[in-house]
């Protein structure tokens, strides 16, 4: 069986250490695709990868790109493509440099990549994502947003730090919109079966809720620049489950036509993700005070993406 392709689009920080992680776990063959200014930038990352591929016994090939033609036929699309957050500025704050970023690869990904499976990482993550859907007119199947899985990861490790657990032992669910109105539901924050509940105080749940809703601006702040190591194994993850069929059942930016009471909107949903993309879209029963938390949410991205759909 031919190895499957799996394009990058941007070759930054989190381009780079998609495809490193796509190598190590040789998934398929990596495209690291950016625009023709930082093609030979992308090569050469491309390059350096490949040469450490050798070190950790991994055949995968990573191709460096700036040309479109490089992409045709990708069973996945990865996209990180627009300028990263910086200090003070909130998600989205990016809406006006990364919309025409975000419609330009979508109008190629539908010449030269149709069929592929698509995950976008680009902030505003849940107006992008729906952009390059509208603009692609693809089934709500094959186009997801990476938000949920980061954004339970962080929720996954405070709690864990806060219990004394293993990480290997939490499982936490976030919803709603990847930015500070998202939603974390305490039903569905275990430890090995156990209740979060019955381990950490409320006190203690509410700082670490917090703390995730604002655990990108904590990076970007200490960095300077948005995180890149969690986003890209998340991403990783999702394209995991779907090239292996996994079946994995994962808290991701999906399109919405009624579930949780939403239509024609991108938010934060456990969905499982397996050979045929978003195969399903699982409906929590939620408290009162989580529905009105996630109407919130959900009413911080309608107006980004408003924003998004007046500047057609």
Excluded at 29 to 40: G, Q, R, S, T
């Amino acid at each position: 069986m031919a190895r499957k392709k799996i394009g990058l689009i941007g070759a930054g920080n989190i381009g780079g250490e998609l495809a490193n992680l796509l190598v190590q776990k040789q998934l398929g063959d990596v495209v690291l695709f950016d625009i023709p200014a930082k093609e030979n930038f992308a090569k050469g990352k491309a390059l350096d990868l490949e040469q450490a591929s050798t070190l950790l016994g991994a055949d995968a090939k990573v191709t460096g790109s700036g040309n479109w033609e490089d992409l045709s036929g990708a069973d996945v699309l990865i996209i990180t493509a627009g300028i990263p957050r910086k200090p003070g500025q909130s998600r989205d704050d990016l809406v006006e440099v990364n919309l025409p970023i975000i419609r330009n690869v979508a109008d190629n990904a539908k010449k030269h990549c149709p069929n592929a499976f698509v995950i976008v990482i680009s902030n505003p993550l849940d107006a992008m994502v729906y952009e390059y859907k509208r603009r692609v007119g693809a089934p709500r199947e094959k186009v997801v947003g990476m938000a949920g899985v980061l954004d339970s990861a962080r929720l996954a490790l405070f709690l864990a730090r806060e219990a004394g657990a293993s990480v290997k032992d939490v499982r936490a669910t976030v919803l709603g919109g990847h930015g500070d109105d998202m939603v974390p539901v305490v039903s569905a924050c275990t430890v090995n079966g156990v209740a979060i509940t019955e381990l950490v105080k409320k006190e203690a749940l509410d700082k670490i809720f917090d703390r995730t809703r604002k655990g990108g601006g904590e990076i970007v702040t200490l960095m300077g620049t948005s995180a890149y190591y969690a986003p890209a194994a998340s991403a990783v993850l999702m394209a995991e489950a779907y090239l292996l069929d996994q079946k994995r059942l994962l808290p991701c930016a999906a399109y919405l036509d009624g579930e949780y009471g939403y239509k024609d909107l991108y938010m934060g949903v456990p969905v499982v993700i397996g050979a045929g993309g978003v195969e399903k879209i699982v409906q929590l029963s939620l408290t009162e005070e989580e529905k009105g938390m996630l109407k919130k949410s959900a009413d911080s991205v309608q107006k980004v993406v408003d924003l998004v759909k007046s500047k057609s």
